[in-house]
């Protein structure tokens, strides 16, 4: 880590805000831990007129890519003015350490937030390390502020208690030789995720910048939904309440304490009409070009938030959406891993102590990987690769072209499709009756990419490969389900929680069906067309079903599949996929990318 400057020192003082014996706090504890000079920020300079433009910088979902992500998880489209589009090779710590500096210079009043899934799901570089690597580079960033978002919760509440106050893992201890982990420098807010015994917020609901006299006040939540898609063991103890309802009652608290201006962070987001991360969702009119969550979510904020920075979806906007007074109020994401940030520059009025909305301008900006990279995160990489090199580079697999998981141009996915078929193998070693593997989409969290990432060879697959598409340590699971359940969880793709954004899971080889998007909810699945290696889905007979252990407990809104009989627990998943990849290929036969026509889908 870098050496502690005073203003890092109260800013560490003021970030060891858990309690030490359960992991918990109340908030009378939080905010006696700030001491009076620990909301003070690290960029800054003069300014005495009646308005001054603040800079915020802001970003999300970075999952601890440190390297710029490969194949399309590492691009950016963008609009151009002949009416086409191109993609843009963007990410990668080195590039926005750059971007964010260069981004600082000339601006004294300026701060940099984030909106959650800073870690979690991350390549191996960090998530062998428990993401002390993403954390620690997050600490050279100057990072400012950040809300936790749901992969924040992947391995418990103690261990996010260990990432904001240091120390070395309970279990594998220290990794680097008379070094400590220092932990963020950095609060992280979750205003709306309180301990479920004593109903107090387990770390700072909010924060407050504060420079020359200019106030702004950030609250921090994650979805309420985040119990539906961490496991079980990562949310134990903790209860997820509404997004709305806890910023209106953060945003009153901070009223009263004077501070007018207030930045929502909040790990939730929308899908914009164009996926160009230069976009103009305000077309015709505000907010016209966005749907999905944050829509109603940002209806419904007080207008005592002046911006809500947001994330989840890993898209790109910059949008006005109206708050409940009908103002229009600025609503951002920044893609995901990186690969941009927003710059908003946020006017505030020195007499009123508010943000002059009519004066707020915001754009997001690509993190190009053509200018120069920071000296001090490539150190940060080189120091961290050197300790993952050992287990990062042996290959466990070949491949005879791009395999796209994340970068798939359909819900189906090639790399979706390969991880069933290597969870069915697995599955059929534990018992010969297993009959079909299905994958949840959000945990194929990259591409199998072709070209070679370092000196193993083009189609060579390497651990750490494996480890980006498989991150989570999930085990393979068998159950025994009704052919009733299993069409239920079919159903469940496309309805109830998943309806407003359909959760397709991968199948395995075998299991087929048609998925006809022109109607709506549960009868999106032609039931009559759902079929197992040719034969009609019986709803009475009973199948052994494989999945990982997220889907075994009924994770991401597939309650059926967690009414599972007779369980079976296997190996951990990313064990299950590189020994199908090791056994199913080799240097002269290398693994097809799959073709991806198990479901039919009408549009």
């Not at 399309?72 to 990668?92: F, H, W, Y």
């Not at 790109?316 to 940030?341: E, F, I, N, Q």
């Not at 009475?540 to 967690?562: C, I, K």
């Amino acid at each position: 880590m870098t050496p502690q400057t005073p203003h890092r020192t109260r800013r560490r003082a003021a970030s060891r805000i858990l309690a030490a014996a359960a992991g918990f706090a109340t908030v009378g504890a939080l905010v006696a831990a700030l001491p009076a000079n620990a909301t003070q920020d690290r960029h800054h300079g003069g300014g005495d007129g009646r308005t001054v433009d603040v800079q915020l910088l802001s970003f999300n979902d970075f999952h601890g890519n440190l390297e710029p992500p490969a194949g399309s998880s590492g691009q950016v489209t963008e609009n151009l003015p002949d009416g086409t589009t191109r993609k843009i090779d963007a990410g990668g710590v080195e590039y926005l350490a750059t971007s964010l500096r260069t981004a600082r210079k000339s601006h004294p009043y300026s701060v940099t937030a984030a909106a959650g899934d800073l870690i979690g799901a991350s390549p191996l570089l960090s998530g062998l390390f428990h993401d002390e690597p993403t954390v620690e580079a997050m600490n050279k960033l100057d990072l400012d502020v950040t809300s936790v978002g749901n992969h924040e919760f992947d391995e418990g509440a103690t261990e996010l208690a260990r990432m904001q106050n240091g120390g070395c893992h309970p279990k594998d201890g220290c990794f680097e030789d008379g070094k400590k982990f220092e932990g963020a420098d950095y609060p992280y807010l979750a205003a709306n995720v309180t301990n479920e015994k004593t109903g107090k917020p387990i770390l700072a609901p909010y924060w407050v910048w504060k420079h020359n006299g200019v106030k702004i006040g950030f609250i921090g939540v994650t979805l309420e939904g985040t119990p539906d898609i961490v496991s079980a063991d990562g949310v134990k103890g903790l209860k997820f309440h509404d997004e709305i309802e806890t910023v209106n009652k953060y945003a009153e608290i901070l009223d009263k304490q004077g501070v007018k201006s207030i930045v929502t962070l909040i790990h939730e987001g929308g899908v914009p009409a164009s996926g160009s991360y230069n976009y103009d969702c305000d077309s015709p009119s505000g907010g016209a070009g966005i749907s999905g969550p944050i829509v109603d979510i940002a209806k419904g904020i007080s207008p005592k938030v002046d911006a809500l920075v947001t994330g989840h979806t890993h898209n790109a906007y910059v949008c006005t959406v109206p708050d409940p007074s009908g103002k229009p109020r600025l609503v951002t994401s920044a893609s995901s891993y990186g690969k941009l940030y927003t710059d908003t520059t946020l006017t505030y009025d020195r007499r009123t102590k508010d943000i002059v909305r009519t004066s707020v301008k915001s754009a997001n900006h690509v993190v190009s990987r053509t200018q120069p990279k920071a000296a001090d995160m490539t150190a940060l990489i080189g120091r961290w690769n050197k300790l993952a090199a050992p287990v990062a580079s042996r290959p466990v697999g070949y491949i005879s072209a791009d395999i796209p998981g994340r970068g798939a141009a359909s819900p189906e996915e090639p790399l979706g499709d390969l991880i069933a078929d290597a969870q069915l193998a697995h599955a059929k070693t534990l018992d010969p009756k297993a009959s079909l593997a299905l994958m949840n989409p959000g945990g194929v969290r990259s591409d199998l990419v072709y070209k070679a990432s370092g000196s193993e060879g083009d189609g060579v697959v390497t651990y750490g490969e494996g480890f980006t598409v498989q991150p989570f340590s999930n085990t393979v699971n068998l159950a025994d389900l009704t052919g009733a359940q299993v069409i239920t969880a079919l159903q469940q793709q496309v309805s109830g929680s998943n309806e407003a954004s359909p959760k397709i899971l991968q199948p395995s080889a075998g299991l087929t069906y048609t998925l006809d998007m022109t109607k709506t909810g549960a009868a999106r699945v032609v039931v009559d067309s759902i079929k197992l290696n040719g034969a009609a889905i019986d709803p009475a007979a009973t199948y052994r079903v494989a999945m990982n252990s997220f889907l075994a407990g009924g994770g991401d809104g597939f309650a059926a599949l967690g009414q599972g009989k007779n369980p079976l627990v296997g190996s951990d998943d990313l064990k299950a996929f590189n020994d199908y990849l090791t056994a199913n290929s080799s240097a002269t036969s290398p693994i097809a990318p799959p073709k991806a026509d198990r479901i039919t889908i009408v549009k």
